[in-house]
């Protein structure tokens, strides 16, 4: 099956600083790259996403980066803020699209 | 709004005791998931259904069983309740392949 590796585990940063989250997978066959948001005490939350026909998407302090032949994806943050502190997952979806495989989640904490 | 609701957000059972993690969807969502939510691990699939009646193994189905006798409601069973099944359990619908999920709030179970 799929295996999605992520980095780093934990990351720390100043407000106002970018955050960057790199996630690599194993399947070619996978075609869809969803991201989470945790916060303490709630379920994940998608955030952004982006599938493999499209190698960059951008939702306001928030991107997607996809590098195919490399199969990596990465998130970027910018101008964070305090409550960008969360916990996110990357995930890839499987070969059948049935399932998601996700990485082991990056602990952002932003500094004021 | 998608809202996936979770029967109780904690639980503390007794080893060999048999329990039930409740799921309901309100989108009529086809898929459905139970997760495992553990430090260091992510999150690691247990069971999946694509339809009524119908499941697949995830990753770690070992002591578990699922039950969807209806759409919207997807059970998680324990069978005999072990320490090594304290965990975050997370409950997850999309609508069909290769779309975002959905995730409940989360069970919170501990085993003693």
């Known amino acids: 099956g799929e295996n999605v590796e992520q980095h780093p585990s934990t990351l720390s940063v100043q407000e106002g600083d970018s955050a960057v989250i790199k996630c690599t997978y194993s399947?070619?066959?996978?075609?869809?790259f969803p991201w989470y948001k945790q916060e303490l005490g709630k379920g994940p939350q998608l955030i952004i996403d982006?599938?493999?026909?499209?190698g960059e998407k951008k939702d306001q302090r928030i991107a997607v980066t996809l590098n195919k032949t490399a199969k990596h994806f990465s998130l970027h943050i910018t101008e964070t803020q305090p409550e960008d502190s969360a916990v996110y997952f990357c995930a890839a979806n499987s070969n059948t699209g049935n399932q998601f495989y996700f990485g082991t989640g990056t602990s952002l904490t932003v500094i004021p | 709004d998608v809202k996936v609701t979770q029967s109780s957000r904690y639980l503390v059972k007794r080893t060999g005791e048999k329990v039930f993690l409740e799921c309901v969807q309100d989108m009529d969502h086809e898929n459905m998931f139970w997760y495992r939510q553990d430090p260091g691990l992510g999150l690691r699939l247990i069971y999946f259904s694509y339809d009524v009646k119908m499941k697949e193994k995830g990753d770690i189905p070992e002591g578990y069983s699922v039950s969807r006798e209806k759409k919207e409601r997807f059970s998680l069973i324990l069978e005999s309740a072990s320490t090594n099944q304290t965990s975050m359990y997370l409950c997850a619908s999309s609508p069909r392949r290769n779309t975002e999920a959905f995730f409940g709030q989360g069970t919170r179970l501990t085993v003693v």
């Open positions: 399947d070619s066959a996978s075609n869809y």
């Open positions: 982006i599938r493999s026909n499209v």
